[in-house]
């Protein structure tokens, strides 16, 4: 009860600063356990907070510990204005899904390689077939034996094992 007075009071305060945000001196908001202090009143510091030269720094066991959980106008402008997220491991299930599209995705190239199935049969014949095509022997030959082919696809920056456990997570197929 006490902090909730003193984040509204802090609330009023950064609101009627004077000057503009040339003048106002910068102000470092820390708050720890913030889903027991802030409400949806509180919103309004986050999405008006940088004309008021005001940066917030809150901590959380998860966003749906606030007041009205992860749907809540509260948590909805902090996920909209946050620039800076750090996550240690034992998120819950909704919070990995929100990170894993916050971080967002990387592309990923593979060689895929295949060779014909006359030299898969036979591996001896793979100089045979190297010198009817021309390649380190001699002659021309009747085409390539041997497909080569980029493929490249997008992959989340974090598995769901990796936000669950933490980055240096070993093991495979944990989470689904």
Sequence with gaps: MLGSFI???????????TGNEN?????ILSIDEAHEYLNDSFDSVFSKGRSYVVS????????????????????????????NLIAYPGLSSIDIKFLNEKFGERSE???????????????????????AIGLG???????PRETVKDV?????????????????????????
């Design 23 to 27: 003048t106002r001196t910068p102000m």
């Design 152 to 176: 490249t696809k997008l992959v989340s920056r974090f598995t769901k094992d990796q936000l669950l456990f933490g980055v240096n997570v070993r093991t495979k197929n944990k989470c689904k």
């Design 7 to 17: 984040i509204l009071q802090i609330q009023t305060a950064i609101f009627n600063r």
């Design 137 to 143: 022997g001699e002659g021309g030959g009747s085409g």
């Design 56 to 83: 917030a720094v809150i901590a959380t066991q998860t966003l749906g510990l606030f007041a009205g959980g992860e749907n809540s106008k509260l948590v909805s402008n902090i996920k909209a204005n946050s620039r």
């Design 109 to 131: 190239t593979t060689i895929d390689r295949s060779i014909s199935q006359e030299v898969q049969d036979d591996p001896s014949k793979l100089q045979d077939i190297k010198s």
